[in-house]
């Protein structure tokens, strides 16, 4: 369908606003309803083109219908097709896990609409500015999602992501301003083109929008020094915003660093051996900094998100190894990571709404009240360590056989010292949920009950990681499309 | 082109608010900061794509030299986000004064990690 | 780079693996029917995806498939081990999957590299391809894949995990593991050797270090399963020895061996199972004088400890008869033979006389009868020791002749070797004794290996780590001014690498 990516960015935006509207029907879930139909005919307008995008036609849009160099254009080809299902697809399962807790209202939802729709639209628009304003939507929305029920240290949280953020971001207008001063254009197809003749006059411009693209990107993602909201702010965030920002919004920082590296400065700058090293460094330093500081967590959300800064740092790796199976296997682990966290934090969710503290070694004997909850934490946690038959061990495997390939050797020695941390711990919170004392609860707390929908969308995402690791060529035909975008 | 000009200015009102933004506690100086190096970055922006000499982007009779719209269009954007941006850290400032009487970010460090 | 389960052809080595498991696995699911009392539908499910993924390494021919079910089998013996939930088995499991993971993450990078060498995962193609190969490519792949299967037998220097994991675990889980789990390790092992035809001599070395060491240690110990683990030891110690020795009758030795270990030892851990169930004591200083009121249990252990000590009509003569014709000339390993051999008499005996006979401590209250399930397959294992024992030449003409393409005649009943017995019963009764009278070989304390402990290099490089991430984490929590300035530092780094390199 023509007006495809118009209605995947359109349709969640306007129902953002009808939810609001929802207040004056009668039925009482008629908000998440409304959310939920968004996000399936979000879904419904991509599948359509399903067809014309694996058949190698890439499906243009032009806003206002202004030419392509003019006006902004959107377009979806095999690697935003990747993103945005996936996007669409963690966004209902977050959604689901959503309507088993009772303290979200409309605004929540609203909210959440809009922040999916800045993720597809960042995913799918071809436009530098466009995808900053999109930056920006997400970012909004993400910032009051977080502080969703206003206690003190989540206002806090926030206020430092926002800063941490915007600080950066504005130098991204900034990189913008430069780009559109070289090139002439904002689309980036053309500055695509224009590039490479620039290039060797403007040597040091250009490296500096590369640089400040880096960063802005890498605070979206987490590469190391740039982590530091991380940690809080999925520590603090209500659970299902948690899974939203380590399943989603990480990956889609990702995104758009694959996206402008590969496609501005693909054949100019990143094919250059430094900037690959550049990126591999900061992937290896974030793997074994993610890993280290996540041994001496108690908190478990706390652990869970230096675990996702683990996982980006080996993206990351694959990314910067830039060879076609390196690159499979970062945008496989990008999936995998994603289903895995977001079921992870589900599990953290559903324990920490039963037991009424968020520190790990008081959460003895979790198994023995919860044992659905931790069989699912069990199962998830040994994929994202990397264990067969799930998922996580064929995009490590892709990931350590590109490395090797490459024959980087040196690189080896961190990757497996943080496959190991990784699995170091991990376990230490495995072995504390089966402890045989029991943990005991604050004499207060009413422990909310868990309903159906939690436990749905958490053995959804483990079914998924079981189904994905046994058949990993289901999703690896839409990834290889993908790849074939990023190095022609 | 003489040193006044607004690529110059713009720069140093980003530096400016970079000071800020890496040497002040108060929260407040915090977000202040970040909108002043926001209108830096709009300025430089605008300033980049000026021509000397040139009107305003509107197609009249004997205009001859026209500054780029595009710039400015993209500008007003920009200062609409800016603007979202700082309001929203401004409400989140007030809720943290209501919840911990300060507004001083070492001692926030201090009580958030109780 | 796909996944291929291909299970044909059943070569000779599989088949004895194969036939291995199959004896063995029931064993150890009956006595679990008996032995487990909570959380059944937990424990047999775990138990039986451990079976299939053993199962399933011995059958793939594929190297990347075998590292696949190598570590499903490791992950459902570590939710076994852990199934006892006693707040001792916590730590020692940690040891057991960090290591074992570590093992495998060794055979997989190996893989990878033969992978890459070759272009194929398959055995049977890296066979026919390895004669065309530089082995200085091979070298390192050898040296990652035998690292990480010395991990998995628990040879010196990695056995640390053995001696924590054997006495935490319940009693069938830690049969499997020294009975079945190790051997695995052995198949790795030589599936290697058979498919790139490398061998090494460190082999021998390493063997015969696991062995001496093994016996020293286990005559100091005072936990029954404890003594049994470090006896595992230095049992895969001959196994190791035999491999590295390079020849036929070495090879052959080795896998006899390994079907012997795995009944005497699954017979032997069973035993002390029963002991445990009946007594709740696992402390040699707590039990004793249990040969009237166990006698089945008794009369098995009497089989097992023959056997193992190597003692005719008993299958452990027959498998160290032929590792012993394999050293043959070889006067340093000679010694070592017949030391351990005799230091294992030792251990043995020390159990016999502190354990079975003796007087009963007045701490034992009730004794529970061992029930009809577990009496089942210590009957069962003793039988078959002593059949093999009296028939060893089936065993050999069925199972390793095919894979060692050699035939064995009548090695074993060599009047050398009959004398040979007779000198290490004598030397290990006279070990045994002065052990006593001289309190090496304790009957209460704790027993920490000591002097002989590498069990403290493995945690302190784990303390290590752990004080690193301490110091990270104090050294980096900062005020929020100071994580923008990263952001820019970072930022003036990056400018400052790329611009340097401008022209």
Request: hydrophobic share 55%.
């Given at each position: 369908?023509?007006?495809?990516?118009?209605l995947?960015?359109?349709?969640?935006?306007l129902?953002?606003f009808l939810?609001h509207?929802?207040?004056?029907?009668?039925?009482k879930?008629s908000?998440?309803?409304v959310?939920?139909l968004a996000?399936?005919?979000?879904?419904?307008?991509?599948?359509?083109?399903i067809g014309s995008?694996f058949l190698g036609?890439?499906?243009y849009y032009?806003?206002g219908?202004?030419?392509?160099?003019f006006?902004?254009?959107l377009?979806?080809?095999?690697?935003?097709?990747?993103?945005a299902?996936?996007?669409l697809g963690?966004?209902?399962?977050?959604?689901?896990y959503?309507?088993?807790?009772?303290?979200y209202?409309?605004r929540?939802?609203?909210l959440?609409?809009i922040a999916?729709?800045?993720?597809l639209?960042i995913?799918?628009t071809?436009?530098l500015?466009?995808?900053?304003v999109?930056?920006?939507?997400?970012a909004?929305?993400?910032?009051?999602?977080?502080?969703y029920?206003?206690?003190?240290r989540?206002?806090?949280?926030s206020?430092?992501?926002?800063?941490?953020t915007?600080a950066a971001?504005?130098?991204?207008?900034?990189?913008?301003?430069?780009?559109?001063?070289?090139c002439?254009?904002?689309?980036?197809?053309?500055?695509?083109?224009?590039?490479?003749?620039?290039?060797?006059?403007?040597?040091?411009t250009i490296?500096l929008?590369?640089?400040?693209?880096?960063?802005?990107?890498?605070?979206?993602?987490?590469?190391?020094?740039?982590?530091?909201?991380i940690?809080?702010?999925?520590s603090?965030?209500p659970?299902?915003?948690?899974s939203?920002?380590s399943?989603l919004i990480?990956?889609?920082g990702?995104?758009?660093m694959?996206?402008?590296?590969y496609?501005?400065f693909?054949?100019t700058?990143?094919?250059?051996?430094s900037?690959?090293?550049i990126?591999?460094?900061?992937?290896?330093?974030?793997v074994?900094?993610?890993?280290?500081m996540?041994l001496?967590?108690?908190e478990?959300?706390?652990?869970?998100?230096?675990s996702?800064i683990?996982?980006?740092g080996f993206?990351l790796?694959?990314?910067?190894l830039?060879?076609e199976?390196g690159l499979t296997g970062?945008?496989?682990?990008i999936?995998?990571h994603?289903?895995?966290?977001v079921?992870l934090f589900f599990?953290?969710?559903?324990?920490?709404s039963?037991?009424?503290?968020?520190e790990?070694?008081?959460?003895k004997g979790?198994?023995?009240?919860?044992?659905?909850?931790t069989?699912a934490?069990?199962?998830l946690?040994?994929?994202?360590i990397?264990?067969?038959?799930f998922?996580?061990f064929?995009?490590k495997?892709?990931?350590v056989e590109?490395?090797?390939?490459?024959?980087?050797?040196?690189l080896?020695?961190p990757?497996?010292?943080?496959?190991?941390?990784?699995?170091?711990?991990?376990f230490?919170v495995?072995q504390?949920?089966f402890?045989?004392?029991e943990f005991?609860?604050k004499?207060?707390?009413?422990?909310?009950?868990v309903?159906?929908?939690e436990?749905f969308?958490?053995?959804f995402?483990v079914?998924?990681?079981?189904?994905?690791?046994?058949?990993p060529?289901?999703?690896?035909?839409?990834?290889q499309?993908?790849?074939?975008?990023?190095?022609p | 082109?003489?040193?006044l000009?607004?690529?110059n200015?713009?720069?140093?009102?980003i530096?400016?608010?970079?000071?800020g933004l890496?040497?002040?506690?108060?929260l407040i100086?915090?977000?202040?900061?970040?909108y002043?190096m926001?209108?830096?970055?709009i300025?430089?922006?605008?300033?980049l794509?000026?021509?000397?000499?040139?009107?305003?982007?509107?197609?009249e009779?004997g205009?001859?030299?026209m500054?780029?719209?595009l710039?400015?269009?993209i500008?007003?954007?920009?200062?609409?986000?800016g603007?979202v941006?700082?309001?929203?850290?401004?409400?989140?400032?007030l809720?943290?004064?209501?919840?911990?009487?300060?507004?001083?970010?070492m001692?926030?460090?201090?009580?958030y990690?109780? | 780079?796909?996944?291929?389960l291909?299970f044909w052809?059943i070569?000779?080595?599989?088949?004895l693996m194969?036939?291995?498991?199959?004896?063995?696995?029931?064993?150890?699911?009956l006595f679990?029917l008996?032995?487990?009392?909570?959380?059944?539908?937990?424990?047999f499910?775990?138990?039986?995806?451990?079976?299939?993924?053993?199962?399933?390494v011995?059958?793939?021919?594929?190297?990347l498939?075998l590292?696949v079910?190598?570590?499903i089998?490791?992950v459902g013996?570590?939710f076994?081990i852990?199934?006892?939930?006693?707040?001792?088995?916590?730590p020692?499991?940690?040891?057991?999957?960090l290591m074992?993971?570590?093992g495998?993450?060794?055979i997989?990078v190996?893989?990878?590299?033969l992978y890459?060498l070759?272009?194929?995962?398959n055995m049977a193609?890296i066979?026919?391809?390895v004669?065309?190969?530089?082995s200085?490519?091979?070298?390192?792949?050898?040296?990652?894949?035998?690292?990480?299967?010395?991990?998995e037998?628990?040879a010196?220097?990695?056995?640390v995990w053995?001696?924590d994991a054997?006495?935490v675990a319940?009693?069938?889980?830690?049969a499997l593991?020294?009975?079945?789990a190790i051997k695995?390790?052995?198949y790795?092992?030589?599936r290697?050797?058979?498919?790139?035809q490398m061998?090494?001599?460190v082999?021998?070395w390493l063997?015969s270090v696991?062995m001496v060491?093994?016996?020293?240690v286990?005559?100091r110990q005072t936990?029954i399963k404890?003594?049994?683990?470090?006896?595992?030891i230095s049992?895969m110690?001959?196994?190791?020895l035999g491999?590295?020795?390079?020849?036929g009758?070495?090879?052959g030795?080795?896998l006899?061996?390994t079907?012997?270990?795995?009944?005497?030892?699954m017979?032997?851990?069973l035993?002390m199972?029963a002991?445990?169930f009946?007594?709740?004591?696992?402390e040699i200083?707590k039990l004793g004088?249990l040969?009237k009121?166990?006698?089945?249990?008794f009369?098995a252990?009497?089989?097992?400890?023959?056997a193992?000590?190597g003692?005719p009509p008993f299958?452990?003569?027959?498998?160290?008869a032929l590792?012993?014709?394999?050293?043959?000339?070889?006067?340093y390993?000679k010694?070592?033979?017949v030391?351990?051999?005799?230091?294992?008499?030792?251990?043995?005996l020390?159990?016999?006389f502190?354990?079975?006979l003796?007087?009963?401590?007045k701490?034992?209250?009730?004794?529970?009868p061992?029930?009809?399930?577990m009496r089942?397959?210590?009957?069962?294992l003793a039988?078959?020791s002593?059949?093999?024992?009296?028939?060893?030449h089936?065993v050999m003409?069925?199972?390793i002749?095919p894979?060692v393409?050699?035939?064995?005649?009548?090695l074993?009943w060599q009047?050398g070797?009959?004398?040979e017995?007779?000198?290490?019963?004598?030397l290990?009764?006279?070990?045994y004794?002065?052990?006593?009278?001289?309190g090496?070989?304790?009957?209460k304390?704790?027993?920490?290996?000591?002097?002989?402990?590498?069990d403290?290099l493995y945690c302190a490089?784990?303390?290590l780590?752990q004080?690193?991430?301490?110091?990270?984490?104090?050294?980096?929590?900062?005020?929020?001014?100071?994580?923008?300035?990263?952001i820019?530092?970072?930022l003036?780094?990056?400018?400052?690498?790329?611009?340097?390199?401008?022209?």
């Open positions: 369908m023509i007006n495809a990516p118009i995947i960015i359109a349709i969640p935006l129902s953002a939810i509207l929802t207040k004056y029907t009668r039925f879930r908000a998440e309803l959310a939920i996000l399936l005919g979000s879904g419904l307008a991509l599948f359509s083109t995008v036609e890439v499906i032009d806003l219908s202004w030419p392509a160099p006006g902004i254009s377009a979806i080809d095999p690697l935003s097709f990747f993103f299902a996936m996007s963690i966004g209902l399962l977050i959604i689901i959503s309507l088993g807790e009772y303290f209202a409309r929540y939802y609203s959440l609409l999916l729709t800045g993720i639209g995913i799918l071809r436009d500015f466009n995808m900053y999109f930056f920006e939507m997400l909004v929305a993400s910032y009051v999602l977080v502080t029920k206003h206690k003190a989540t206002i806090v949280a206020f430092k992501y926002l800063i941490i915007e971001w504005v130098f991204f207008l900034l990189a913008i301003a430069l780009l559109y001063v070289l002439g254009s904002l689309n980036m197809d053309s500055i695509a083109n224009i590039i490479p003749l620039i290039y060797h006059s403007n040597q040091q490296w929008v590369f640089s400040i693209m880096m960063i802005c990107f890498g605070i979206k993602c987490g590469m190391f020094p740039l982590h530091t909201w940690p809080e702010v999925h603090q965030a659970t299902a915003v948690s939203l920002l399943g990480l990956k889609v990702l995104y758009a694959l996206r402008t590296f496609l501005f693909g054949t700058l990143m094919l250059e051996g900037v690959s090293n990126i591999i460094l900061f992937g290896v330093v974030t074994v900094f993610g890993a280290c996540a001496v967590q108690n478990l959300k706390r652990l869970l998100a230096y996702s683990n996982q980006i993206i790796v694959g990314i910067g830039g060879t199976l970062a945008l496989f682990h999936f995998n994603a289903i895995i966290k079921g599990c953290a969710g559903i324990i920490i039963q037991v009424g503290f968020w790990i070694s008081r959460m979790v198994w023995h009240k919860m044992p659905a909850a069989f934490f069990c199962l946690s040994l994929a994202v990397g264990i067969p038959p998922n996580g064929v995009s495997m892709f990931i590109a490395a090797l390939l490459a024959g980087n050797y040196w080896l020695l990757l497996f010292l943080g496959i190991i941390l990784t699995a170091a711990y991990y230490r495995i504390t949920f402890s045989p004392q005991k609860r004499e207060d707390f009413v422990p909310t009950p309903g159906p929908f436990h969308s958490t053995f995402l079914g998924l990681c079981l189904l994905v690791g046994l058949f060529q289901i999703v690896l035909n839409i990834i499309p993908a790849v074939k975008v990023l190095l | 082109m003489s040193l000009n607004g690529i200015i713009s720069i140093i009102i530096l400016l608010g970079l000071y890496l040497s002040k506690k108060n100086k915090l977000v202040m900061s970040l002043i926001n209108s830096g970055v300025l430089f922006f605008i300033s794509a000026y021509i000397d000499g040139g009107q305003a982007a509107i197609v009779e205009t001859r030299l500054v780029d719209p710039p400015q269009a500008m007003l954007t920009g200062i609409v986000i603007l941006i700082t309001s929203l850290a401004l409400a989140l400032t809720k943290i004064y209501e919840k911990y009487k300060t507004l001083n970010v001692e926030l460090m201090e009580k990690n109780d | 780079m796909m996944l291929n291909n052809p070569d000779p080595l599989s088949f194969l036939v291995i498991l199959l004896v063995l696995l029931p064993m150890v699911f679990s008996a032995y487990v009392k909570r959380n059944y539908f937990r424990y499910s775990v138990l039986f995806i451990t079976f299939m993924a053993m199962l399933g011995v059958l793939v021919k594929d190297f498939a590292y079910f190598l570590e089998m490791i013996i570590y076994l852990i199934d006892n939930t006693k707040k001792e088995s916590f020692a499991g940690y040891k057991y999957i074992m993971f570590i495998g993450i060794f997989l190996a893989s990878l590299m890459n070759t272009g194929t995962f193609q066979f026919s391809l004669p065309a190969l530089p200085q490519a091979l070298l390192p792949i050898f040296v990652l894949f035998t690292i990480g299967c010395l991990i037998i628990g010196v220097p990695f056995h053995l001696p054997h006495p319940p009693s069938p889980i830690s593991l020294s009975g079945v695995v390790g052995a790795g092992l030589i290697l050797i058979i498919t790139l061998n090494s001599v082999f021998v063997g696991s060491f093994g016996v020293v286990a005559m936990n404890r003594l049994l683990a470090y006896s595992s049992q110690g001959y196994v190791l491999i590295g020795l390079g020849t009758l070495g090879l030795g080795a006899f061996h079907i012997n270990h795995a009944i005497f030892k017979l032997l851990f035993c199972g002991i445990i009946s007594t709740r004591e696992r200083n004088g040969a009121k166990l006698p089945v249990t009369v252990f009497c089989f097992g400890a023959l193992i000590s003692i299958n452990g003569f027959a498998s160290k590792i012993s014709n394999a050293v043959a000339g070889n006067i390993l010694i070592a033979l030391l351990t051999a005799a230091g294992t008499f030792a251990a043995f020390k159990l016999y502190n354990v079975f003796g007087r009963m401590p701490t034992l209250k009730k004794i529970k061992v029930p009809f399930l089942l397959p210590m009957v069962a039988l078959l002593l059949l093999i024992g009296l028939f060893p089936i003409a069925r199972f002749e894979i393409l050699l035939r064995f005649s009548y074993y009047p070797l009959l004398l017995t007779l000198m290490i019963v004598t290990g009764s006279a070990i004794y002065v052990g006593i009278k001289s090496f070989s304790r009957l304390g704790e027993d920490q290996a000591g002097f002989f402990s590498l403290r490089l784990a303390g780590v004080n690193f991430s301490y110091w990270l984490r104090h050294f980096l929590s900062r005020s929020l001014n100071v994580y923008l300035r990263w820019f530092l970072t003036v780094l990056l400018l400052a690498l790329f611009w340097l390199q401008c022209n």
